[in-house]
């Protein structure tokens, strides 16, 4: 049966890294006979260009026909002073919050061949093989009500709401148990319970279903010592589990870990499994254009696609193992480049690993 695949490169470098991205699907697509169909659409500034808002209805209801998404990035100078309401962002936020894709993870794994990449000392990051479960399509990004007011001493006013129910809070948190499961058996729930009563739920639930994953160990932390504790001693984590907006910046310094967010893939996956892939990465238009872009994180992204979405481990392990392959043949991109390693652009990087594909 075939299955169909939305792709959306987006902005920036999206269009750059999804290509090579593509091309390796592509491959596989022929190699295992896996039927997979292409859509391509707009996402983000280019659809802003297109079509005057950053994702239309009609995108948002061709993407619910589809399998699997795969999504390059969003944003850009170009759009950064439009109004707020039809920021490219917004387009993101959309498509999760749409397809209810409330599940997001982001594996931050250090590959060995990268050790020297990474801001930390190797003997602290060897080894490293996190996975971050962030809440997608709730929280202070998406609480209402939101705005900017003026008040009445004719002063601006910015304001969010945070807030979590109790079921948005128990669907993560059995994402996060049951990864945990198939993992070392540990989650750290991640929250500011001295402080927001949005968080003090949020642990409530996470320990009230504690006791359904007695294989599995529970544990607490606020995010102010859990920024610490990552760049201090990250091997201590397995899982983490998190709200949106924690989620978001805890995943970018994890990422650093690893020797480059230009590695770090994510899924965000809807209650059935179904879910849109995306480096973690953003649309980094100060390279844009120049072939320089990392597109491991975009190829990776593929990668979790077919394990997670479509059930093609063998596919999925296939595009790992030919990154292990590019990676000790000693091949960089310039985010991951250090000396004694070859420095090559987006393409090269994206010829290699086709090349490593089934040669492994
Ligand atoms: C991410 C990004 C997005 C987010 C932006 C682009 C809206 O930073 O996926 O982490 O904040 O979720
Ligand atoms: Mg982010």
């Not at 948002?60 to 390059?72: K, M, P, T």
């Not at 809440?135 to 939101?146: A, D, K, M, S, W």
């Not at 979790?304 to 030919?322: Q, V």
Request: with cysteine.
């Amino acid at each position: 049966m075939t299955k169909k695949i939305m792709i959306l490169p987006g902005d920036g470098i999206g269009p750059e890294i999804v290509a090579q991205a593509r091309r390796v699907l592509d491959a596989v697509n022929t190699h295992d006979d896996l039927q997979l169909e292409f859509i391509g659409e707009l996402i983000g500034g280019a659809s802003i260009d297109v079509h005057g808002e950053p994702l239309t209805d009609a995108a948002v209801a061709r993407a619910r026909e589809c399998d699997a998404i795969l999504l390059g990035a969003v944003g850009g100078p170009k759009w950064d002073t439009i109004d707020r309401a039809i920021r490219p962002e917004r387009g993101l936020l959309k498509i999760r919050s749409s397809l209810g894709l409330y599940a997001n993870l982001r594996p931050a794994l250090l590959y060995p061949q990268l050790v020297e990449a990474s801001s930390l000392k190797p003997e602290v990051v060897s080894g490293l093989d996190i996975l971050i479960v962030r809440e997608l399509t709730g929280g202070i990004y998406f609480g209402e009500p939101r705005g900017i007011r003026t008040l009445e001493n004719g002063e601006r006013e910015g304001y969010n709401t945070y807030k979590y129910s109790e079921s948005e809070i128990e669907r993560i948190g059995r994402t996060a148990f049951e990864m945990a499961r198939k993992r070392s058996k540990k989650v750290c729930s991640v929250d500011k319970a001295n402080v927001l009563e949005a968080t003090i739920l949020w642990r409530e639930v996470m320990d009230r279903l504690a006791p359904e994953y007695p294989d599995v160990e529970l544990s607490h932390m606020y995010v102010d010592n859990a920024a610490m504790q990552l760049v201090r001693a990250p091997k201590q984590f397995d899982v983490l589990v998190t709200g949106n907006m924690f989620g978001d910046i805890l995943s970018d310094a994890a990422a650093m870990l690893t020797g480059s967010i230009g590695m770090l893939p994510s899924a965000s996956l809807d209650k059935d499994g179904r879910g849109m892939y995306e480096p973690c990465h953003g649309s980094a238009p100060d390279i844009a254009g120049q072939g320089i872009a990392n597109p491991l994180a975009t190829i990776l992204s593929v990668s979790m696609m077919l394990r997670y979405s479509l059930g093609l481990t063998k596919s999925a392990d296939a595009i790992d193992a030919a990154v292990g392959v590019v990676l000790d043949q000693g091949l960089r991109t310039a985010d991951i480049y250090t000396p004694g390693t070859t420095k090559v652009g987006t393409c090269e990087m994206g010829d290699a690993v086709l090349a490593a594909l089934y040669q492994a």
